[in-house]
């Protein structure tokens, strides 16, 4: 596990490794279903924006329920980033860039399949900001993303292009954080992308399900999310494991 110091890390837990037995490296982390944040621990709050909440241009139902919780989950962590999708009005992501292509369809572009939404989160609209009570002062960065106009970017590390960085990595590096804890919008694109690119940069991630809402494109997305999520490596827990 890239940059993680293990016999460190079973002497500060050395009691619930013990209790966790034989559930492994992973049952170590999480003994007894029980998470106690740490200063390695950062919670990723993803993208929790007025267009993706309800009366937003590309809402994500019940996207409005998970603002109370985030910022109750949010008093456990010493250190909380927040994400904000930050698109030109002339994004190649939105439907209405491309003559004859109406929103959730896909197109083909050069690093990939591209699906495209209704416009949303253009840069200095009120969209784009952050959705009405999300509450988090302690928040020490708010990243960016998606502002190259020909690239999209779901995941809060690694732009659509899969190479070129957001700058997310060498901070969380830089500041010593091992863990990565994932909440917000949406379950199936930002937050999923940005769970398994914590991953391939040699975090542990973990995606707080009940705090993120999906938008389950096609009506299998949200599934298929999970199956890959859990593939690469992410933990799939619920807020009541945080402590
Ligand atoms: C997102 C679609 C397009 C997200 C952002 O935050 O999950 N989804 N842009
Ligand atoms: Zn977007």
Redesign the pocket.
């Known amino acids: 596990m890239a940059g993680f110091d293990r016999r460190r890390f079973l002497k500060l837990t050395a009691g619930s490794a013990a209790a966790a037995g034989s559930l492994g490296w992973v049952g170590q982390a999480i003994a007894g279903g029980r998470i106690v944040p740490n200063e390695h621990d950062v919670l990723i709050v993803?993208?929790v924006?007025r267009c993706?909440i309800p009366g937003g241009s590309?809402a994500?139902e019940h996207g409005d329920e998970i603002v109370p919780l985030i910022n109750r989950i949010a008093t456990r962590f010493a250190n909380v980033v927040l994400t904000q999708?930050w698109?030109t009005p002339d994004h190649v992501?939105f439907a209405s860039q491309h003559p004859g292509k109406k929103p959730f369809e896909t197109i083909h572009l050069s690093y990939g399949t591209q699906?495209l939404?209704p416009d949303?989160?253009v840069q200095g609209t009120e969209g784009a900001k952050f959705a009405p009570g999300l509450d988090i002062p302690k928040a020490t960065l708010i990243i960016r993303k998606?502002y190259h106009p020909n690239v999209?970017s779901?995941s809060a590390f690694l732009e659509a292009d899969k190479k070129t960085p957001t700058g997310l990595t060498g901070y969380l590096r830089e500041r010593g954080m091992r863990r990565c804890f994932f909440a917000?919008?949406?379950t199936?694109?930002?937050?999923a992308w940005s769970a398994m690119d914590a991953r391939a940069a040699g975090f542990e991630s973990y995606v707080i399900e009940d705090a993120c809402r999906g938008?389950n494109l096609g009506g299998t997305g949200l599934a298929e999310a999970w199956k890959e999520m859990t593939a690469k490596g992410v933990q799939r827990i619920q807020s009541d494991a945080i402590v």
């Open positions: 993803v993208d924006q993706f590309l994500v999708d698109h992501s699906v939404w949303h989160c998606g999209d779901y917000g919008l949406a199936d694109f930002c937050v938008i």
